[in-house]
């Protein structure tokens, strides 16, 4: 088994590590935090839990069940805290008590299974990524795809669409950036964590559309950028609002989230897609941990603790799997908010 997929379907349960620890820490005193949502964030969410307990003995118990999942358990009160692609609107955070502020920052890629292509080599543009969700382009060797690249040996091959099944932030990113760029989406499917597919099949999570396009020829999804690398699956780089062609990385990343003034938001919420700049990725997103402020003030400090310790201490970890993590002065700002929305 990959170790991407071994990331994905394991929970994160941390009684090994507890034995590394005994010596040190008091299992009467650690705290176990519990969370769920996103599948995007969990490559590196469990690899912080982990770090983290080893340095603290503490635990996190992390369900990757989407974003859509992690709304609804911290709504239901039944997690710590809910982890989500999508910003929840302040008017939304008010009507259910919520604080919320931004994790780590994601890229979102489009991935493909086609015989001859290799990862990094095939470029999309928005309209066309558009077209092939909307079931206008259905060939590998449609005129659009052989346009944007005229050498490489595209198949006369049926495009088998592959999107997600349950409620994904990764969608919502996806959707919202097609709706930006393509009015006939925006019209006729429109942005959101569960949308009506005009076609394709649906996967669960992030690791359920890699599966899917590993398994079906001629397949193309979209998923968080960790999840191609370490299933090895074929990646394509994107034509950006510039007009320039970008290869998926941290560097793209960064260059989009540069543009992101957070100290100009309420709660944070910031939708990252289709950034200005020469070398922005156009899918770049943010997760957002969610936390009540109605929590006894006990289990929301044992999620500022984790938050704290991954903001400060987890930026090697994020960028050895391809994420980007926050500058020191976006962290400062986080500080500041916890202060004054959670007391803490």
Do not use: C
């Not at 982890?83 to 604080?99: F, H, Q």
């Not at 086609?114 to 077209?131: C, K, T, W, Y």
């Not at 996967?203 to 359920?208: F, S, V």
């Amino acid at each position: 088994m990959a170790k991407a997929t071994q990331y994905i379907v394991r929970t994160l349960s941390m009684g090994a590590v507890a034995l590394t620890l005994g010596a040190t820490v008091s299992l009467a005193q650690a705290a176990e935090v519990t969370g769920a949502g996103s599948s995007a964030i969990y490559p590196v969410l469990s690899k912080w839990a982990e770090t983290y307990k080893a340095n603290t003995g503490n635990s996190v118990n992390y369900q990757s069940i989407g974003s859509g999942g992690g709304i609804a358990q911290i709504k239901a009160k039944t997690v710590a805290f809910g982890a989500t692609d999508m910003p929840l609107e302040p008017a939304e955070l008010d009507k259910n008590n919520l604080a919320q502020f931004p994790g780590v920052i994601i890229g979102i890629v489009p991935v493909m299974n086609v015989p001859g292509i290799a990862p990094g080599s095939m470029v999309f543009n928005g309209q066309v990524l558009a077209d092939i969700y909307l079931g206008k382009i259905t060939q590998w060797n449609d005129p659009a795809l052989k346009a944007l690249n005229p050498r490489l040996p595209l198949p006369d091959m049926r495009i088998n669409v592959v999107h997600r099944s349950d409620g994904s932030g990764t969608t919502f990113n996806f959707t919202n950036y097609l709706s930006k760029v393509s009015p006939e989406w925006k019209s006729k499917v429109g942005e959101g964590t569960a949308v009506s597919w005009p076609t394709g099949v649906g996967g669960k999570g992030n690791a359920g559309v890699a599966a899917y396009v590993q398994k079906i020829k001629g397949a193309i999804g979209y998923v968080e950028y960790a999840y191609a690398l370490q299933n090895k699956i074929a990646y394509g780089l994107m034509k950006n609002k510039a007009g320039n062609v970008v290869r998926p990385d941290d560097t793209t990343f960064q260059a989009a989230a540069a543009n992101a003034d957070w100290s100009k938001t309420r709660d944070f919420f910031l939708v990252m897609t289709d950034q200005p700049g020469k070398d922005s990725w156009p899918i770049t997103a943010t997760t957002w941990l969610l936390v009540r402020k109605d929590a006894p003030a006990a289990q929301n400090k044992e999620v500022i603790d984790f938050a704290r310790w991954f903001l400060n201490n987890g930026q090697q970890i994020a960028k050895s799997l391809d994420y980007v993590p926050f500058p020191a002065t976006t962290v400062k700002q986080i500080e500041g908010y916890w202060k004054a929305e959670l007391k803490i």
